[in-house]
């Protein structure tokens, strides 16, 4: 069974706010998401604009960017 390729990609793009250069998962909510969590954390989309430039993805981040 061939996989379909994301469906929602450029609705996606229009609101991805990952910064991240050359990022092979912008767009792909699910790919990003599945990747960030395997690494115990949390994709672009749940942080600030501000936490999200440091790259830091982590769930400590993520708490101490929504206590600001």
Do not use: W
């Amino acid at each position: 069974m061939e996989k379909q390729g994301c469906p929602n990609i450029e609705k996606n793009l229009e609101r991805c706010p990952c910064t991240y250069p050359g990022c092979p998962r912008k767009g792909k909510c699910c790919e990003c998401i599945k990747h960030h969590v395997k690494k115990d954390g949390l994709p672009a989309c749940a942080f600030s604009k501000e936490a999200e430039k440091t790259y830091d993805r982590s769930f400590q981040k993520f708490i101490e960017d929504q206590k600001q």
